[in-house]
């Protein structure tokens, strides 16, 4: 099954996940035997206007162990003619003539869709703009669940922290609205709730959903935890408590003991370093699995070759 460009979640159906999944498991043991030499001719460009970890890296290690190439600036707002007053949409051109695929995280809602828009390689979206969406780390979130829960259906999932420019959280209500029987809770301050379009697709696809500003009553009966970051320079000026949320090892015993707990990363204040070795804890795992996940979405770009 042929992808071209990766915008937004909403484009995977649940053939296309099923598939998705079946090959990042292939790539799991092609990467147990140190990876593949299969797409040596490809190159990917890694064009990334803000600051990433896990996206850049994983995408770059992916890429690597496929036996291809990368071509990468980590920090294009500055060191992309960008700076001279080049529009995205001319970057997109150009670069698309260096590789075959490029990786694009934008500080601009909508800018994958800008690039993807006049490219002639396929544009991965790594998260655009606050409040756009982060398709990839959703896929391997889904993929994550699934390894974890042995199901994506019937699936109570509790969202937690600053949800309204959460480009994960958006991108992964999307993709878990595709199963059945899932109920969603959204727990956070009012002035940082998930927006509106999302409670909208939501209603549209009849799956429920609770909105608090409390965590109380709703993390023992979860299966997934879902942890984001409060932002300093959204919670500074405010009497929001980064904080808030926060969840230690008191919050542990109240939660199901086959729950998970997930979070995007980079995490900081809002868990305890006491939960990371908690069996429960599957955020490292969860970051783990965006290599062969990633491998996974580039050899279906590369399929029509
Ligand atoms: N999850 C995620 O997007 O992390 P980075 O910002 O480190 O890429």
């Known amino acids: 099954m042929y992808l071209k460009h990766i915008v937004e979640s909403q484009q995977f159906t649940l053939p296309i996940l099923k598939e998705l999944f079946d090959r990042a498991d292939q790539m799991n043991k092609v990467l147990a035997r140190g990876g593949t030499r299969d797409y040596d001719r490809k190159i990917m460009s890694t064009l990334f206007y803000q600051p990433s970890t896990r996206t850049r890296f994983s995408f770059e290690s992916a890429m690597l162990r496929l036996g291809g190439n990368v071509l990468s600036t980590e920090q294009a707002d500055a060191f992309s003619s960008e700076i001279k007053g080049e529009m995205l949409e001319d970057t997109i051109r150009i670069i698309g003539n260096y590789c075959d695929v490029i990786v694009l995280r934008h500080h601009e809602e909508g800018g994958a869709k800008r690039a993807a828009a006049v490219s002639s390689v396929p544009i991965i979206n790594a998260g655009d703009g606050a409040g756009g969406q982060h398709p990839t780390q959703a896929l391997l979130e889904m993929y994550t669940i699934y390894d974890e829960c ?19 959280v958006r991108s992964l209500a999307y993709l878990l609205s595709k199963f059945e029987r899932v109920k969603l809770y959204f727990i956070a301050p009012d002035e940082m709730q998930i927006k509106p379009d999302i409670l909208d697709h939501l209603e549209e696809n009849g799956i429920a959903y609770q909105l608090s500003s409390s965590m109380e009553d709703i993390v023992n009966k979860v299966d997934v935890v879902y942890q984001t970051r409060i932002s300093e320079e959204r919670s500074a000026g405010t009497d929001i408590d980064p904080s808030i949320y926060y969840l230690d090892t008191n919050v542990l015993q109240k939660m199901k003991y086959n729950s998970i707990i997930m979070h995007p990363m980079p995490k900081s204040i809002e ?28 050899s279906m770009i590369f399929e029509k070759d």
């Open 150 to 168: 042995k199901t994506l259906n019937g699936l109570s999932v509790a969202f937690i922290g600053q949800l309204d420019d959460g480009r994960t």
């Open 271 to 298: 868990i305890s370093s006491a939960v990371d070795s908690d069996p429960r804890a599957a955020y490292f795992r969860q970051s783990a699995n965006g290599i062969c996940v990633r491998m996974a979405l580039l």
